[in-house]
């Protein structure tokens, strides 16, 4: 029962953690060439947004203890493992240039002079991260999968 609702939890936030990243990644080819008043006022949405950190956190631990509950249990241990390790390193790409970027504009309120490539070094670090973010949501798809052909397996012995 623990092992379900650990599951269940891992792939909510997961699910939830696409929701940003998706939005930066495909948004990023309408937004990287606006000139910077427009640039700096579309970026004025994402005020607030950083109570997804949560999420990303809440993903990790699940995933985490997912992993744990899952050890030695071939693939799924492996997926598993996998998808803590995307979402630590989503968290990674994040704090080494994302957040910089943030700081360096705060928060894309101020102008500096090398605004345009911390807006590359923004944009492109959410991309990355987007992507990351959607291979550990499907290393949890593959936990599930294989979770349920090993149930079958156990339920005709």
Same mark, same amino acid.
């Given at each position: 029962?623990l092992?379900? #609702?650990? %599951?269940f939890?891992?792939? !909510?936030?997961?699910?939830?953690?696409?929701?940003?990243?998706?939005?930066?990644?495909?948004?990023?080819?309408?937004?990287?060439?606006?000139?910077?008043?427009?640039?700096?006022? !579309? %970026? /004025?949405?994402?005020?607030g947004?950083?109570?997804?950190?949560?999420?990303?956190?809440?993903?990790?631990?699940?995933?985490?203890?997912?992993?744990?509950?899952?050890?030695?249990?071939?693939?799924?241990?492996?997926?598993?493992?996998?998808?803590?390790?995307?979402?630590? !390193? +989503?968290?990674?790409?994040?704090?080494?240039?994302t957040f910089?970027?943030?700081?360096? &504009?705060?928060?894309? &309120? +101020? !102008?500096?002079?090398?605004?345009?490539?911390?807006?590359? %070094?923004?944009?492109? +670090?959410?991309?990355?991260?987007?992507?990351? &973010?959607?291979?550990?949501?499907?290393?949890?798809?593959?936990?599930?999968? #294989?979770?349920? /052909?090993?149930?079958?397996?156990?339920?005709?012995?």
């Amino acid at each position: 029962m623990l092992l379900r #609702a650990i %599951q269940f939890l891992a792939l !909510v936030l997961a699910a939830l953690a696409l929701v940003p990243a998706g939005a930066h990644l495909f948004a990023l080819p309408n937004k990287i060439g606006l000139p910077e008043a427009e640039y700096f006022l !579309v %970026q /004025g949405i994402y005020r607030g947004w950083a109570l997804f950190g949560i999420i990303l956190f809440g993903a990790l631990a699940a995933n985490i203890a997912l992993a744990i509950l899952l050890r030695g249990r071939g693939a799924a241990f492996a997926l598993a493992l996998f998808a803590a390790f995307a979402e630590l !390193v +989503s968290l990674g790409i994040f704090f080494a240039w994302t957040f910089p970027a943030n700081r360096a &504009t705060a928060n894309w &309120t +101020s !102008v500096p002079e090398n605004w345009e490539a911390l807006r590359r %070094q923004w944009e492109f +670090s959410h991309a990355a991260a987007a992507v990351v &973010t959607f291979l550990g949501f499907c290393a949890l798809v593959g936990v599930a999968l #294989a979770e349920q /052909g090993r149930e079958r397996r156990l339920a005709s012995s």
